[in-house]
């Protein structure tokens, strides 16, 4: 049975929290954030850790090149002390423009094994008290020797990696605990790519498939006019559509022609026809959109083929006032079922 997140936006630092409130006291079993150039993904956890009390509160992601892996192990420990052992440390680089431009790296090759090498040695630190990390990597050098007796860690912290194209999905299969899937992954793209990726990896350091948990924002928009959602869910599809990243994930779902027409209009800055070039059958495959109804029912297409479901709303072209909106809906809409055993927890918490 898979489970259901919501990831949590907001124009200013209190309305996120709020959200993640509204999607912690509904019910739902994570609250998901991210980072860009205009938010901090570790600030937003700390926030939302201080007014949710028992979902899982995870990052999608966090920029794993812009922090040494000190301060990502270090930021992570003390950002789950503060929920109480709830964080998921969801890691990703971003893409390779993004690594250069944005967080000045020189080298971005090889990002799958950037990522890889980030990961085994978070973990190394949070295990200092086994003695000194020593570490010559391609990507990282450390030699990190306590001056005093460290403490074990409190718990394992789980971490996803992000995942797109086969290769970084291999990763989460290689070293993570998760996967964090982008909005455009398609359940064909899951079963064919995704899935066989994991268990790629797993098998190349022996570890069972099973283990990693499959997770991936769908982009959601309930209206009561079903073509203002649709309409919504295509501008998102055509803003990541325009990033020739996410070709793979085209292909595979047979939206090749629609991804070159949406990339030469982005490259006029024709927004109208980028959105244009969004067909009813990529919305209806790339998105869940419509009335509530509609929505509801739409989103079991993904029940078993993700474990965990994280519901994502639109936000190119809309305003700030409909994004909350949107999310107030979804939260009211498609929260899942409260459990007795839930129930008894919060009249004792």
């Known amino acids: 049975m898979s489970s259901y997140g919501v990831s949590v936006l907001g124009a200013d630092l209190e309305t996120l929290v709020a959200t993640a409130e509204a999607a912690d006291a509904a019910g739902f079993e994570a609250a998901w954030t991210s980072e860009f150039y205009t938010r901090s993904g570790s600030v937003s ?4 850790a201080g007014r949710t009390r028992r979902c899982r509160l995870g990052s999608s992601i966090l920029y794993g090149v812009g922090r040494s892996p000190l301060v990502l192990a270090t930021e992570a420990q003390d950002l789950d002390e503060i929920a109480g052992g709830r964080i998921v440390l ?4 971003g893409t390779r423009r993004m690594m250069s431009d944005w967080h000045g790296i020189a080298d971005t090759s090889a990002p799958a094994l950037r990522m890889e090498e980030l990961v085994g040695l978070i973990r190394k630190i ?5 003695g000194p990390v020593r570490h010559e ?3 990282y050098r450390m030699n990190l020797v306590p001056t005093g007796a460290v403490e074990p860690p409190r718990r394992a912290i789980p971490i996803v990696t992000a ?13 993570g605990d998760g996967i964090a899937g982008h909005p455009l992954l398609t359940t064909n793209y ?7 990726a994991i268990a790629k990896g797993a098998a190349h350091t022996g570890r069972d498939p099973r283990d990693v948990e499959v997770i991936s924002m769908v982009i959601c928009a309930i209206h009561d006019d079903p073509e203002i959602a649709r309409r919504e869910a295509a501008q998102q599809i055509a803003f990541y559509s325009s990033v020739k990243t996410y070709d793979t994930v085209l292909d595979v779902s047979g939206f ?4 070159e027409a949406i990339r030469e209009a982005f490259a006029r800055r024709d927004l109208p026809a980028m959105f244009a070039a969004v067909t009813d059958d990529m919305i209806d495959t790339m998105a869940v ?33 409909r994004v909350q909106q949107n999310l107030h809906s979804l939260i009211h809409e498609c929260a899942p079922p409260v459990s007795n055993s839930s129930a008894k927890r919060g009249d004792h918490d």
């Open 163 to 175: 995942g797109v194209r086969p290769r970084m999905c291999e990763v989460a299969g290689r070293v």
């Open 190 to 196: 899951v079963e064919e790519i995704v899935r066989p």
């Open 90 to 93: 969801g890691l990703g680089n």
């Open 289 to 321: 959109a419509g009335t509530a109804q509609m929505v509801k029912h739409g989103l079991k297409r993904y029940e078993g083929v993700l474990d965990h479901i994280v519901l994502y709303s639109p936000s190119i072209g809309l305003s700030p006032e």
């Open 45 to 48: 956890l700390a926030a939302m």
């Open 256 to 259: 090749a022609k629609q991804g």
């Open 137 to 139: 990597g391609r990507f």
């Open 126 to 130: 949070w295990n200092l008290h086994q």
